[in-house]
C-alpha cells in the first residue's frame, strides 16, 4: 500500500490533548458488505448499514480492491452523468484514468486524488489506463460521495487534480503514525483540497502497536474506516479490523491504536478518518444524482437525457478491452 510514504521524525508533530479536550467515543462499528461497481471491478460498501444523519454530509462510499489483476482483468466505469455532489478518487496503489465533459481529466496514480464537483451536471469516465489492462496489477482505491447543500447543487462542474506530492503530511506525537492530509484542516495544518462542503479526509498509516490521537473540530462529525490491518479505536479500545467503519460520537479528539501485531499482508494499519459540517437538509439519492427532493431528481433525469450535461468529447476516452 504505497501511496506517500514518509520519515515520521522528520515531520511535524501533532500536538497531544490537553485537560479539557474530551475523547469522542464509539457509536458503532459496521461492517461493509462486498459487490462490484462499473464494469465489474470489486468494492466494500463502507457506508453500508449506517444512518444518513450519520454520515452528514457524506453519502456514500466504496473501498476499490485492493485487488491484484491478472493481464487483461482490470476494469472501471464507462462514461456516466452525476448532479448534486462532489465524487473524491483517491488511489492509493494503482493507476485511474479520468476524463469528463467540462475538459478535466488525467491520470490518477499512487497517492494521487481527483475531486470533481459535478454541481449542475456532468459526464464523466474512470478507467483503468490500456497499458494496466494489458499488464495487470495492483488496484486500490476509495471512491467518495460529499454532498453539496441545497445553494451549490447547481455549481459550475470543475475538477481538482491533487497529486500525492501536494498532501499535508504530519506524524502522530510518537512518531508512529503517518498522516496525509488531502482536504480540511488538522491540528492547523491544511490540506490541499478544496471543498464546498467544510470536510476533512485524512489518511493514516499506524505503526503495528502504535497509537494516534488527533485534534478534530467538535462541529464535524467523525468516521474511522479501517483499509487494512487491525486494532482498536475510541477511548475504550472498540476492537476494528479492515472493512469495518466506525461512527465516533462527539468530542475533541478521535484514537486508534493498531494491533501490535499484522498479518504477513499488512505492515501497519492503515484507516481513513473522515468528518464534515452536517447539512441538515433533505436528501433524495437516485443512481447517479443526489438532490432535496424527488421532483429534483426526476428534473436530473430530464436534463440528462436531453443533453443538458455536455456531450462525451471527441476521441473520448473508452474501456479498455484486452487485445482490442
Known amino acids: 500500500m504505497p501511496a506517500i510514504t514518509a520519515d515520521t521524525l522528520t515531520l511535524p508533530r501533532i500536538a497531544g490533548p490537553v485537560t479539557t479536550d474530551t475523547a469522542r467515543p464509539v ?7 462486498r459487490g462490484y461497481e462499473g464494469e465489474g471491478f470489486p468494492v466494500v460498501r463502507a457506508f453500508a448499514g449506517v444512518s444518513a444523519a450519520a454520515l452528514d454530509p457524506f453519502v456514500h462510499m466504496d473501498q476499490m480492491g485492493e485487488v491484484e489483476y491478472e493481464p487483461g482483468e482490470p476494469r472501471g466505469t464507462d462514461w456516466h452523468p452525476h448532479r448534486g455532489f462532489e465524487t473524491v478518487t483517491y488511489m492509493i496503489d494503482g493507476r485511474f484514468a479520468h476524463q469528463d465533459s467540462h475538459g478535466g481529466g488525467g491520470l490518477i496514480t499512487d497517492g494521487a486524488t481527483q475531486w470533481m464537483t459535478a454541481g449542475s451536471g456532468i459526464l464523466h469516465i474512470e478507467t483503468p489506463p490500456a497499458e494496466l489492462v494489458e499488464s495487470g496489477g495492483t488496484f486500490h482505491g476509495i471512491q467518495l460521495w460529499v454532498n453539496l447543500p441545497r445553494n451549490d447543487k447547481f455549481a459550475t462542474p470543475r475538477y481538482q487534480a491533487i497529486e500525492g506530492g501536494q498532501v499535508k503530511l504530519l506524524s502522530s506525537d510518537d512518531g508512529g503514525a503517518l498522516v496525509r492530509i488531502i482536504a480540511g484542516e488538522m491540528d492547523d495544518q491544511q490540506g490541499p483540497g478544496n471543498t464546498h462542503t467544510p470536510i476533512t479526509l485524512a489518511h493514516a498509516t499506524i505503526a503495528p502497536g502504535a497509537r494516534l490521537d488527533v485534534p478534530w473540530d467538535r462541529d464535524f462529525n467523525a468516521l474511522v474506516y479501517v ?17 469495518q467503519l466506525a461512527v465516533m460520537g462527539p468530542g475533541d479528539r478521535i484514537s486508534v491504536a493498531a494491533s501490535s501485531t499484522q498479518d504477513g499482508r499488512t505492515p501497519a494499519m492503515e484507516v481513513l478518518l473522515l468528518g464534515g459540517r452536517p447539512i441538515r437538509e433533505p436528501v433524495f439519492h437516485y443512481g447517479p444524482f443526489v438532490m432535496n427532493s424527488k421532483s429534483e431528481l426526476i428534473e436530473a433525469f430530464e436534463d440528462f437525457n436531453s443533453g443538458k450535461f455536455g456531450s462525451i468529447p471527441p476521441n473520448a476516452l473508452m474501456p479498455h478491452t484486452s487485445g482490442r
Not at 232 to 242: D, F, L, M, S
Open 227 to 243: 483499509l487494512a490491518g487491525d486494532g482498536a479505536v475510541g477511548p475504550v479500545g472498540t476492537p476494528i479490523r479492515q472493512g
Open 27 to 33: 457509536r458503532s462499528v459496521t461492517t461493509g458488505p
